[in-house]
């Protein structure tokens, strides 16, 4: 069975960091464009950064843009986020997402729909 799976989520304090990592079982990873979603009780699921197969090309929400960081090793065929400067408002259930890319130097966008593969979540709780 093809799925993703996230970890690294936490509780830390205002200010702090976390690193949130996304593999796949059943597919490989590295052959998918990757995005990492939010969701809350307060908003529906908002997309917050994107990264192209070839990892050439990222996007960003304003969200978390200078704060949050994507990458990817291929070779581990895992997806990053690093996420520093944590503020309560970040709290929430974090998700990867996986795409098929007709190019690899293309992000698939910071649309759900546009994903075909999400992990089960991963939960982060900022707050003093």
């Known amino acids: 069975q093809s799925q993703l799976v996230e970890s690294g989520g936490d509780s830390v304090q205002p200010g702090g960091s976390l690193t949130l990592s996304c593999s796949a079982s059943g597919f490989d990873l590295s052959g998918f464009a990757v995005a990492w979603f939010r969701q809350t009780p307060e908003k529906a699921r908002e997309g917050l950064t994107a990264i192209s197969i070839s990892g050439s090309s990222i996007a960003y929400a304003d969200s978390v843009r200078d704060r949050f960081t994507i990458s990817r090793d291929n070779a581990k065929k895992t997806v990053y986020l690093q996420m520093n400067n944590l503020k309560p408002e970040d709290t929430g259930i974090y998700f990867c997402?996986?795409?098929?890319?007709?190019?690899?130097?293309?992000?698939?966008?910071?649309?759900?729909?546009?994903?075909?593969?999400w992990g089960q979540g991963t939960w982060v709780s900022v707050s003093s």
């Open positions: 997402a996986a795409a098929t890319s007709n190019t690899r130097s293309n992000t698939r966008g910071l649309r759900a729909g546009s994903y075909q593969y």
